[in-house]
Nanobody, 114 residues
Framework: VQLVESGGGLVQPGESLRLSCAAS????????MRWYRQAAGKEREQVAG????????YYADSVKGRFTISRDNAKDTVYLQMNNLKSEDTAVYYC????????WGQGTQVTVSS
């Protein structure tokens, strides 16, 4: 089983990034997919989630209107489009698959700084 995140990096406030998480080794379409983040010195928090079919989404209040989660079950991939990034979005972002088991990716660093 693997969840491999990509797309992180260093951007300035107001810019955008698109994170991807490629899954393998399990039935991707049977799992709810979520993005979490963990900033230095803080607890990991859920940022967004998407249902198995992609027809229902959840967002933390702090990212509503700026982030969009989506999935492509044909490609076994979940995405997080992040717009109008703020310094407080700086964190390591993790992909999570929740179902009969719980899987985590290794994380990708997002740094928002001028």
């Amino acid at each position: 089983v693997q969840l491999v995140e990509s797309g992180g990096g260093l951007v300035q406030p107001g810019e955008s990034l698109r994170l991807s998480c490629a899954a393998s080794g399990f039935t991707f379409s049977s799992y709810t997919m979520r993005w979490y983040r963990q900033a230095a010195g803080k607890e990991r928090e859920q940022v967004a989630g998407v249902s198995r079919a992609g027809d229902s989404t959840y967002y933390a209040d702090s990212v509503k209107g700026r982030f969009t989660i989506s999935r492509d079950n044909a490609k076994d991939t979940v995405y997080l489009q992040m717009n109008n990034l703020k310094s407080e979005d700086t964190a390591v972002y993790y992909c999570n698959a929740a179902g009969s088991r719980n899987y985590w990716g290794q994380g990708t660093q997002v740094t928002v700084s001028s």
